[in-house]
């Protein structure tokens, strides 16, 4: 199954990108609904770069839902305009969760468009996957909109 999640953050395309890039955006934006911990290493790198991580995932941050593999691909961008980067994950329950961030620029200058487009595929779980990820993606959007009105000051 696919959905797609979007929405218009209100910021400028650079700054967006930028901080989609950076791996603590994803702790700031998942919190508390699902907290990531790498399983490989200390941390994760301060900016996502192409290669498969490890992550024990918690809901809430105390009930184990288990490993996940994230893999991340930056795609090539051809188009100035849009940026887009790719986690093609996978875990023993999840055969495929293939996640992609898009980022596009609008007319207008302080204001981008913003999808979450996620494949899942997991058997006879699909469903109620389904149902958590759209719920996890809408929450993920929501916590953008609260970090772009705090000036990212969450991160530092």
Known sequence: MIINIETHLA???ERITSYAKLSKTLHYIAKPLIVF???NQISFPEN??????LTDMKLFGIIPLGNQSVVIEKIKETNQNEFILRDNGYSSLINTWDH???IRKTKHENLVTYIDRIEIKAGL????????ASVF???????WKLLIRNNFKALY
């Open 37 to 39: 911990e790498p399983v």
């Open 125 to 132: 779980l699909t469903v109620f996957i389904v149902i958590f």
């Open 48 to 53: 996502w770069e192409n290669g498969e991580y």
């Open 137 to 143: 993606f809408r929450w993920r959007q929501f916590r």
């Open 100 to 102: 992609w961030i898009l």
């Open 11 to 13: 910021s400028n395309f």
